[in-house]
């Protein structure tokens, strides 16, 4: 591409301080000549290890040796072993990187000042209202700006000679869910509830404060709550929230404009610490600076019920859609009904690329045991990609597979700048299927209607797997009961399906059936003298023998041991005498290879008659096997002879 190619790592882009960042580096990328690829995970929203490991693996498909330069927001990945990988691959790639509100060696960086941030908070509670009871709802212990702003808050108390206990510290995750379950834990401890709640982001403090009007606390009279970040728009909780407003989408933009002017050899500083301010409303008690005019209400009213119906509109359409994958009984359909999707969502581009093996057990030859062998589950991407629909434009194109390396196919405008592709991965636990990418689609992709709608679409490809992998089973499994593994023939199993339907013509209309049986000579010699692996090896040559003989409308098969079957609807003499010679011929030329230490030898017979309505096939098999015993008693070696 023309532009500089540019990875971006981040999680949980439902959340909206990720959600605002994004929004300054989509809209700075065409600005300062960039085209982003953001790898995206959605993991610990649904609490299930495994699923976090299908998630993080989008991690690891870019190759950063093959971009410009990256953005990191690795401070929302929950895993540090993951976020230290990613910075140490990005090192050994000597590409710049910026990394937002986490402080990493060898980056450049753009945040705030956590602690100072904090404790203007955490004193304004102090000095203007005069509380001195705490509790204080935390993110996670090692993220960055997490122990920043715990610190500050401590340091804060203790300068004032206020004592907190840590059972009154909670550690949550950033997340909506850890504000409720803080203050459940409050409550559960038997302590007294304290005079105010201090948080660490906003969604966690709107969450706690939903908790504790359900319990009957009114907020901020009984218990005052902050929050941090201001991510949520005014008035959009019960109470305006006393927060820490932050240029979000501004660090976005710094972002790109730093890789811009390092691409540009423009001196760029190391650090680049944004300005903030603390906003006290409601929630601490601050009513003076409440807004109270009732246009404002009616704009939120409003707004917040176009949201309302817009995302109810999206929902109901993926929900149909997501039903509609997962009815789906074959690949075919499936796709058919994803490409409804790109119809309906109508980004710029959309590719599906699934890896080589993702419906592994389906197609290939494996035993049935490895089809459920889960320490065969494949868990990274294969070096090429499947692409079954690449849309962009409004049209659909046939890609067949792409390079693992490429990520996205090359088919829409090389010379444009400006694009921002979601890249997102497709997978059921830990099992790697693939990954989608979308850019600019019409459906809101920064919520978490699209969150569930990605865990749908990985849900329903792997039924689609599995269903695969059933009838490859089924087919198998179908296959075992007529084949004789063996040989590779039919088995007796097989040669009774096979010839049913053949003789029941014959009977129905009196027409005349060939039944032959071959008798290897000599197995008992062979497997004495020289063992039952040559012995096993005399026995596939007379399959083969009858493979490359039977070339009309004949059936045969192993019927036991060294004995074998052809049946033949509508045969004449001339027809049987005809196959007879050219067993023999085959039989000869086996022999004349010289590369066996046996003569191969068999004995043959066969009748033909016309099936009466009560006939079983098999009584014609013991008639043909006396014929049979009779060719082979009139040979001169005796050890042919059956015992």
Request: glycine share 6%; net charge negative; aromatic share 12%.
């Amino acid at each position: 591409m023309k532009g500089y190619r540019i990875a971006l790592i981040i999680e949980e882009i439902d959340q909206s301080y990720q959600s605002a960042v994004l929004s300054g580096i989509s809209v700075s990328a065409a600005e300062f000549g960039l085209n982003i690829s953001a790898f995206i995970s959605f993991s610990g929203s649904v609490s299930n290890p495994r699923h976090d490991a299908g998630e993080f693996n989008i991690f690891n498909l870019p190759n950063f040796n093959d971009f410009d330069g990256a953005i990191l927001l690795t401070n929302t990945i929950g895993y540090e072993p993951l976020a230290n990988s990613i910075h140490q691959r990005i090192r050994e790639a000597g590409i710049p990187a910026v990394s937002i509100d986490n402080d990493i060696e060898d980056f450049y960086y753009i945040g705030i000042d956590n602690k100072t941030a904090m404790r203007d908070i955490t004193e304004h509670m102090i000095n203007k209202h005069g509380l001195t009871s705490f509790n204080y709802i935390s993110g996670p212990k090692d993220n960055p700006e997490s122990a920043a702003r715990l610190q500050a808050f401590l340091e804060v108390l203790e300068e004032h000679n206020i004592m907190i206990s840590e059972d009154r510290i909670y550690y949550g995750d950033f997340r909506a869910p850890s504000g409720k379950k803080a203050v459940e834990y409050f409550l559960d401890s038997g302590g007294t509830m304290p005079q105010a709640i201090i948080c660490a982001n906003d969604v966690m403090a709107a969450s706690a404060i939903n908790r504790l009007s359900a319990e009957g606390y009114n907020v901020p009279e009984d218990i005052a709550v902050t929050g941090f970040d201001n991510t949520y728009a005014t008035h959009n909780y019960q109470v305006e929230l006393t927060s820490v407003d932050r240029p979000l989408a501004l660090s976005g933009r710094i972002a790109c404009k730093t890789l811009y002017n390092h691409f540009n050899k423009i001196p760029v500083p190391h650090s680049n610490v944004l300005s903030m301010s603390t906003r006290f409303t409601e929630s601490c008690g601050c009513f003076q600076n409440a807004v109270t005019d009732i246009s404002h209400f009616k704009e939120l009213n409003y707004r917040n019920y176009t949201r309302f119906e817009t995302a109810q509109n999206h929902m109901a359409k993926l929900n149909n859609l997501s039903s509609e994958l997962l009815g789906c009984n074959t690949f075919e359909e499936y796709i058919d009904k994803l490409k409804d999707f790109c119809r309906l969502a109508n980004p710029d581009e959309y590719y599906l690329c699934l890896c080589e093996n993702w419906n592994e057990g389906g197609l290939k030859d494996y035993t049935y045991a490895g089809m459920i062998d889960n320490t065969t589950v494949p868990t990274t991407y294969t070096k090429r990609m499947l692409v079954p629909i690449a849309y962009v434009d409004g049209q659909f194109y046939n890609v067949g597979s792409i390079k693992r390396k490429h990520i996205i196919p090359n088919i829409a405008d090389t010379l444009a700048t400006g694009r921002f592709y979601y890249i997102i991965p497709l997978h059921f636990a830990e099992r790697c299927l693939g990954y989608m990418v979308i850019s600019n689609s019409r459906i809101p992709l920064n919520n978490s209607t699209f969150e569930t709608f990605c865990i749908c679409l990985s849900n329903s490809l792997e039924n689609i797997r599995k269903i695969i992998c059933l009838e490859y089973a089924v087919k198998r499994l179908g296959k075992l009961y007529i084949q004789d593994t063996f040989s590779g023939i039919y088995n007796r199993n097989g040669f009774v399906q096979a010839t049913s339907g053949p003789y029941k013509r014959c009977i129905r209309e009196q027409k005349s059936i060939m039944l032959m049986f071959i008798d290897l000579d000599g197995l008992k010699m062979i497997n004495d003298t020289y063992g039952h692996d040559v012995g096993d090896t005399a026995i596939c040559y007379i399959a083969d023998v009858l493979v490359r003989s039977c070339n009309k409308d004949e059936i045969f098969c192993r019927f036991g041991g060294d004995e074998f079957l052809v049946f033949a609807p509508e045969y004449s003499v001339a027809n049987a005498e005809a196959l007879v010679n050219r067993i023999k011929d085959n039989i000869i030329r086996i022999n004349n290879t010289g590369s066996n230490p046996f003569e191969l030898s068999a004995s043959i017979g066969y009748i033909i008659e016309v099936p009466e309505e009560n006939d079983e096939i098999f009584d014609f098999v013991t008639k043909a096997d006396k014929v049979m015993y009779e060719e082979k008693k009139k040979k001169k070696h005796s050890h042919y002879l059956k015992s």
